[in-house]
């Protein structure tokens, strides 16, 4: 398994502004994901952040708006660029083994909660 | 469009007995599915993965049922506690990407 970190747990920030969220796992992953939750609702996948390139983003997200870091195996970083209320929502980290025990199992970080005055 | 339905959203239950949740999806060929459980404030957390080719699997109080032409899962918890009240989230993989696509969620509640 893979216990999963994240900061901040939570922030309130100014319209306009940007925030970086962290994420660090405590052991070797191969893959890693962004996942957005909105009050009420489930998770959608943002991105799955690739080691030392850029990020993979779904339909209705873009790197403009949410870069993504990730340059090694444990430790990613996404940030909300520009933020308006409407990105208020929890974003959360979550990594996965694809061999061995535990492959395909998804792994979540506890979650950052952003609000946008 | 692909499409994941979680029976209902809330779902309450006397302690004791067995909770069955319901995962229904469209448009969708998942070689894996998996279910989380989420409680307030945190992220999910999982409980079961079934493969497209597996019928039935068990852990514990838990068992999940596939049926890939009925395209459903049936998520069981056997004599349900207090301290099995949370949301309960089905999710699919489709594929090789290791990328899932979550349902909304049932709520569960157990009565003591």
């Known amino acids: 398994s893979a216990v999963i970190s994240q900061k901040p747990s939570r922030d309130i920030c100014q319209r306009g502004t940007s925030l970086t969220i962290q994420c660090q796992v405590d052991s070797q992953v191969t893959m890693m994901f962004w996942y957005r939750q909105q009050p009420g609702q489930s998770l959608t996948l943002i991105a799955t952040?690739?080691?030392?390139?850029?990020?993979?983003?779904e339909s209705g997200f873009v790197i403009d708006k949410f870069p993504i870091s990730r340059p090694n195996l444990t430790f990613s970083t996404l940030t909300v660029s520009n933020m308006s209320p409407e990105d208020s929502s929890i974003y959360l980290c979550s990594a996965t083994l694809t061999s061995g025990a535990g492959a395909n199992e998804q792994f979540f970080g506890p979650g950052t909660r952003l609000t946008v005055l | 469009s692909q499409k994941i339905e979680q029976n209902s959203e809330a779902l309450n239950i006397q302690e004791g007995k067995t909770a069955t949740l319901t995962c229904n999806y469209t448009?969708?060929?998942?070689?894996?599915l998996q279910w989380y459980r989420q409680d307030p404030g945190r992220g999910p957390v999982f409980l079961l993965l079934?493969?497209?080719?597996?019928k039935e699997k068990r852990k514990e109080r838990l068992k999940v049922t596939f049926d890939t032409t009925l395209k459903q899962s049936l998520f069981h918890i056997t004599a349900s506690q207090p301290a099995d009240s949370a949301t309960y989230l089905c999710a699919l993989m489709a594929g090789s990407n290791y990328k899932l696509t979550f349902g909304k969620g049932t709520l569960l509640t157990v009565n003591p």
């Open positions: 448009n969708y060929s998942p070689a894996y």
């Open positions: 952040a690739n080691q030392g390139s850029e990020a993979t983003y």
């Open positions: 079934i493969r497209e080719n597996e």
